[in-house]
């Protein structure tokens, strides 16, 4: 076995919230009196979310047998050397780092804040970019940035934004719209031709994540609903009816696919070959159906589409498969083999963290190593243009090797068991409503159709 051997991890999904406070120093200061109004959100947000992602003893025994949530892993996910010892611990090279998770709210601008106006939600967007900047350029190449267009109005600013983003380590930004906002065009108008073509030119993948295109303030008033209902409630048992909730955050949403076609229709793809979208979080064992549905309307001849839907969706989009479902792995191929990308959602509740060799042996049991080797980590280098060079440098320090995996199913069935109640490991495909997704589909065509 050699150094060059072993396996090259990058999870293309992971989370950071650092307090408000990490944000004064790069707050404009006219915003500053904002960030008293933060951190009362803050402290109520932290009530809620504390008994969301706080496991019981007798889970953590089973779980953290090496103390990385016990020894503060979650809490301390912004805290750069903590963070990469727990990249360590597990073995990855790099990771995609998003804004958000439920040790912090975010700096105005995210779908958990309550309502924000787009001045402010701009300004927080511009302090997290440069909070984060200094922490890229510290973490070696191993942290790899998602920029937030802000609200996009002043669709100028938002590529100056773009272009600092880029200089300074970001290798993806979220799509425009990440906060439902009536003010705002639809995806295809040319409003946003000069965004495309900066992200284009600069490399800089757009990004889909759950939670895109939702009211402001909508999870803030969800979870207020839930806790506020019943303070006595176990706080494990809170947090599967949220997950199992309709319009809950892990219910099939069809605004990333919806996303998806309108960049399809818009001819986004064909004025910019070179773009690609990451649709992270959002499951992706819907996506045979969906393309398949597609595929069907785009054969009658009525559209703008220069190809399939599928053919776009294997030249220019990839499925961030956080904390991979067995589902997502058998249909692997159908999706694409070299278009999936393993994410350990870290520090979520119901990431793969601090189990993801096992979730590894359990998902991958049985799968050619070349496979195994794409969807760990080689397609997200491919996606986000990462050095692969360098990161092969840390893999031969930290990554494991393939004895490390075994990629045999000999893990614990409870812990097997705490997959499936944490993450939904065994859930069953997504189903799609045919009728529905054609409903949309049409209002779409016809929109852009009369653009």
């Not at 065009?185 to 939702?214: I, K, N, Q, R």
């Not at 870290?346 to 799968?367: C, K, M, Q």
Request: hydrophobic fraction near 40%.
């Amino acid at each position: 076995m050699t150094q060059a051997e072993r396996f090259l991890l990058v999870s293309a999904d992971s989370h950071v919230a650092p307090p408000p406070a990490s944000f004064r120093p790069y707050l404009e200061k006219e915003y500053l009196d904002r960030l008293d109004e933060l951190e009362s959100e803050n402290e109520q947000f932290l009530g809620w979310t504390g008994k969301l992602g706080a496991f019981p003893e007798e889970e953590l025994d089973l779980i953290d047998t090496e103390g990385a949530i016990r020894s503060g892993g979650v809490d301390e996910n912004f805290v750069l050397e903590r963070r990469l010892t727990e990249m360590d611990r597990e073995g990855i090279a790099a990771e995609l780092v998003l804004v958000g998770a439920q040790t912090a709210t975010t700096p105005f601008f995210g779908a958990t804040n309550r309502p924000y106006p787009a001045d402010v939600r701009a300004a927080g967007a511009r302090a997290y970019h440069r909070w984060f900047g200094d922490v890229l350029a510290k973490s070696g190449g191993r942290l790899i940035g998602v920029a937030n267009p802000g609200p996009a109005h002043d669709i100028e600013e938002s590529v100056r934004e773009l272009r600092w983003a880029a200089e300074h380590g970001f290798r993806s930004v979220a799509v425009p719209g990440v906060i439902l906002d009536d003010d705002l065009p639809p995806l295809w108008d040319e409003h946003y031709d000069s965004f495309w073509e900066t992200c284009a030119d600069l490399g800089l993948v757009l990004s889909v994540h759950a939670g895109h295109g939702h009211p402001q303030g909508k999870w803030f008033g969800f979870l207020e609903q839930i806790f506020g209902a019943d303070d006595e409630k176990d706080g494990r048992e809170m947090l599967q009816a949220l997950l199992n909730t309709k319009g809950g955050p892990l219910d099939l949403d069809y605004i990333p696919a919806r996303v998806t076609w309108s960049l399809m229709l818009g001819g986004v793809f064909d004025r910019y070959p070179n773009l690609q979208l990451a649709l992270t979080e959002c499951r992706s064992d819907w996506v045979p159906a969906m393309m398949a549905l597609l595929d069907e309307r785009y054969r009658r001849g009525d559209t703008p589409l220069k190809k399939s839907p599928s053919e776009y969706w294997h030249g220019h989009c990839w499925a961030g498969a956080s904390s991979i479902k067995a589902s997502e792995v058998r249909l692997r191929h159908e999706i694409g083999v070299d278009r999936i990308m393993f994410g350990r959602d870290y520090p979520h509740p119901e990431s793969t963290w601090p189990n993801t060799f096992d979730w590894f042996r359990e998902a991958f049991t049985g799968l050619p190593v070349d496979e195994v080797r794409a969807i760990v980590g080689d397609n997200a280098i491919r996606c986000y243009g990462l050095d692969r060079e360098a990161l092969q440098k840390v893999a031969d320090r930290i990554g494991p090797r393939s004895q490390d995996l075994k990629l045999e199913s000999d893990v614990d069935p409870r812990i097997v068991d705490h997959f499936a109640k944490r993450a939904g490991y065994r859930k069953s495909y997504e189903k799609i409503d045919s009728d529905e997704v054609s409903s949309l589909f049409v209002d779409d065509l016809a929109a852009t159709s009369n653009a």
